[in-house]
Nanobody
Framework: QVQLVESGGGLVQPGGSLRLSCAASGSIFSITVMGWYRQAPGKQRELVATITRGGSTDYADSVKGRFTISRDNAKNTVYLQMNSLKPEDTAVYYC?????????????WGQGTQVTVSS
């Protein structure tokens, strides 16, 4: 099993910034893709950003140019720097990692951290 611990959520005014962190621990063999997803009230969970072990990134169109995903492979940690936040960014943000063991990929989710953008 892999455990994920998220931190960094909170309340911020529009235009502000937050940095989310997610640290993985436990039975880690090879973490390939790490990512962030979010779920707003009444909506489905959606992709925010992903990053491969080699550093290739992918972003939702709604956050391109405002959010930056990064990772520290030595610490098994992924970060999400969120700038120019908008009220529509309000959601619970979830960390996700893909752990590969013996060619089998398992997906793990964090517990979620609330991000609220409001004046």
């Amino acid at each position: 099993q892999v455990q994920l611990v998220e931190s960094g959520g909170g309340l911020v005014q529009p235009g502000g910034s937050l940095r989310l962190s997610c640290a993985a621990s436990g039975s880690i063999f090879s973490i390939t893709v790490m990512g962030w997803y979010r779920q707003a009230p009444g909506k489905q969970r959606e992709l925010v950003a992903t990053i491969t072990r080699g550093g290739s990134t992918d972003y939702a169109d709604s956050v391109k140019g405002r959010f930056t995903i990064s990772r520290d492979n030595a610490k098994n940690t992924v970060y999400l720097q969120m700038n120019s936040l908008k009220p529509e960014d309000t959601a619970v943000y979830y960390c996700n990692v893909k752990n590969v063991k013996n060619a089998v990929t398992s997906s793990y989710w964090g517990q979620g951290t609330q991000v609220t953008v409001s004046s």
